[in-house]
């Protein structure tokens, strides 16, 4: 049983890993299982050049970034990266949730869905209800979203980057994906703000 599960290999996903990898000495977080499905089949990043995200060197391959980014995250041994497989079923519990992917089954208590905002999000069974149409694409584009609100899908359920509805840049995403990381972290405090600075 994790207590948080991330899913998305994309910068939504792999900022909120990083934000919470970079907190594991705090004292509430010395008992929490977290695990990243980081599949990256598809993501947006894939085909970017990058000129103009904060932080990154212009000419960057957005491949070569998501490549780099994961390598990072594994620094931060308190997130388990498990098996890079897309989810295929996501299934409220009495715990938190159930996420399948075709080889493998999760259960959390708290999950993160990072995972783009192509219109197939909808064919993630028990996602049906949840999937918008994307407010924030291009006119004549259809793109999908997950209806929230301030990244809360539902208790437990978080959004984040193009899933949250967010536009499509990478600043977008990494800001929203660290957004749900201090929500968390807030909750794991017990409702007290936190978030996490190194010095
Ligand atoms: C051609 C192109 C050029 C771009 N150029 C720029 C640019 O110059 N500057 C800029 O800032 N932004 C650019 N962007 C936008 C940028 O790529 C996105 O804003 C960013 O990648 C969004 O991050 P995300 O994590 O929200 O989604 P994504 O990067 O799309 O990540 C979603 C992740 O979820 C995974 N996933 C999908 N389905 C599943 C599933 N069923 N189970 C598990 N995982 C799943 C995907 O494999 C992917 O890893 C560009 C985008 C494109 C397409």
Redesign the pocket.
Known sequence: MFDLLI????????SCGLVLGSAAEKPYMKDKKIGI?????????????????FGVPSGTK?KEL?KDELERLKTFTSIEQLTA????AVAKTDKGYKVS?ATNTYETADLVL?????P??AD?KGLEDLVVEHSKSLPGVNKSALKNNNLLVKDGLYA????AD?????????G??ADVAVQLLTKWNDGVFDHHHDK
Request: charged share 5%.
């Open positions: 899913i998305g290999g994309g910068p939504a996903a792999i499905i980081a599949y990256t089949k598809g993501g947006d990043l894939n085909a970017a050049l990058l000129n103009n995200l957005g998501i497989e897309a989810i295929t992917t990072a995972i783009g905002h192509h197939k999000i993630i984040a980057g193009l899933t967010g536009a499509s840049q990478s600043a977008i995403s990494v929203l994906g």
